[in-house]
Structure formats: C-alpha cells, structure tokens
C-alpha cells in the first residue's frame, strides 16, 4: 500500500510566524493602517486575500489582488534573508523518503512563497507534489488543498496523513478523510484536539509512526462499516 504525508507549510515546514506577521505590519503601514498581533493571529490556515477583506472591509475588491501582490512580496524577501526551517523538519522528510513515502506541500499560500520554501528547505528536493493558493478556489477548512495533493501523489486519501499546525487545517484533514497530525505553536493542544495524533515537535514523528496511525485510522473506518451494516 502506498502512502503518503502532506505537509502545511507556514508553522509545519517553515517558521513563518514572525516573517508573516512582520510582512503584514509592512503592508498596513505602507497604506497608513494598524494590525494588532490578536488580528493577525486569527489568518493560519486562511489565503491573505480573506484576510485582507476581514481586517480592512473599506478596501475595493479590485485593489485587493495588489495589496495581497505587496504582503507576499515583503514576507518572501524576509525568508530570503534567513530562512527558518522548524526544527526536524529536514530529517522527517528524509526519514519519509527512506519508507517510500510519496511527500506533498498542501499550502493556501501562492506559487512564489512555496516556491521560495521549498528551494530554501535542504530536503525540498525530496518533495513529489505541491499545491498553492491558485490551485484551490476555497481556502481550509475545504479540503480541496489536501484532496488535490493526494490526486497529484496518485495515493488515496484514506493512505494520507496530513501535517497541520492550525485548527482550519486539522479540519479540512477530517473533511478529506485524511490522518491528521497537529503540530502545537500556533494553535494550543485544546485548539487541535480533533486531531489523531497532537505532537510538539516534529522531532516526535517518524516513518513507522506515521505509517501506523494511518493504518489504525483504516481499520477504525472499516470496522465501524462493518458494525453499521450489520
């Protein structure tokens, strides 16, 4: 059976916290507006595009695709300048890749940022798929993002495990019948509790690990079929 993990990337493979919040407070001041922390601490799992018509409703709808233009590109020229891999990320990728795992980024953000992370990232390499922002209509809770990212792999949902760190992204795991993993940082244990597995590092992951909540979840699935149709 062939199976395969989805990673989140901003809070899963990347450190983005301060770079995104730094990159919002640069776009509000370029345009003489504040942001709060609590305001921005709401946007994980979210396209900036939502996030910009919920902070600042006033602004027209045909200026929003440069104000996103603008944020992404202050949050790519910070990674850039010193790239903040969360910490055990590269030696799970390469563990995954070492159990024949199929290896995909499901992100809500656009093609650049994932871009930028996935060739800053030393086990980017190993990656088999990505899917972005321009690749879904719907941002998470929907599913798409992890949906399309199995049809890429060629692998069943039900053989995908999804690594999230906001409770939108455990959410929209669920909705595509997918293993979820939550990474506490962003979110707190209580907030990712619909998860499967809740971890506080990803250090505390590894191939036979993964590959064994998956195939728990599988059988949970097929004996509840069975009692319901008995």
Partial sequence: MQRAVIFDMDGVLVDSYQAHYRSWQMLAQRHGLDLTEQQFATTFGRTSRENIRTFWPHVRQTDIPAWDDQKEAFYRQILEQDFPAMDGVNELLEDLHRARFKLAVGSS?????????????????????????????????????????????????????????????????????????????????????????????????????????IDARQQGAREKHAKDNR
Wanted: charged fraction near 20%.
């Fill in 109 to 213: 953000g656009p093609p650049p940022n994932v871009a930028v992370v996935v060739r800053c990232l030393r086990a980017g390499r190993l990656l088999d798929a990505t899917v972005n922002g321009s690749d879904v209509h719907l941002g998470k809770p929907d599913p798409a993002v992890f949906l399309t990212a199995a049809r890429r792999l060629g692998v069943q949902p039900r053989c995908c495990a999804v690594v999230e760190d906001a409770p939108v992204g455990v959410e929209a795991a669920r909705r595509a019948d997918m293993a979820s993993i939550a990474l506490t940082g962003t979110a707190s244990p209580e907030e990712l509790a619909g998860a499967d597995l809740v971890v506080d590092s990803l250090r505390a992951l590894w191939a036979q690990r993964i590959a064994r909540l």
